[in-house]
Nanobody, 134 residues
Framework: VQLVESGGGLVQAGGSLRLSCGVS????????IGWFRRAPGKERERVSLISDNDGSTHYADSVKGRFTISIDSARAAVHLQMNNLKPEDTAVYYC????????????????????????????WGVGTQVTVSS
């Protein structure tokens, strides 16, 4: 699985950006995709998750109502639409992917376990910088 993030940049507070995670090497429909971020001096933080297989989506409380995750099957990509950006959203944003085991197809517990950190993603992109100025 290869993941390539794009769409980062510099934006003023209140503005919007759309991040994209291009996926290759594995059917997007059989992957759980997550977005994470790491701000300077802070630990990596989960942001959102989507699983086309069972329809699961999750959002961190800090981004609920502002960020929207979606799948673009035609482009084999996962987008993260970020609206009403705040300076505290400044971070390097990473996408991650994990193949759904055959026995867990359609089971919401697999993406749930990735969301809670019980399971770890196997594949990561190199990240894209998002900077929000005040």
């Amino acid at each position: 699985v290869q993941l390539v993030e794009s769409g980062g940049g510099l934006v003023q507070a209140g503005g919007s950006l759309r991040l994209s995670c291009g996926v290759s090497g594995f059917p997007l429909s059989d992957l759980v995709i997550g977005w994470f971020r790491r701000a300077p001096g802070k630990e990596r933080e989960r942001v959102s998750l989507i699983s086309d297989n069972d329809g699961s989506t999750h959002y961190a409380d800090s981004v609920k109502g502002r960020f929207t995750i979606s799948i673009d099957s035609a482009r084999a990509a996962v987008h993260l639409q970020m609206n009403n950006l705040k300076p505290e959203d400044t971070a390097v944003y990473y996408c991650a992917a994990d193949p759904i085991p055959p026995g867990d197809i359609g089971d919401v517990r697999y993406p749930q376990a990735l969301w809670t950190g019980t399971l770890q993603y196997h594949y990561w992109g190199v990240g894209t910088q998002v900077t929000v100025s005040s």
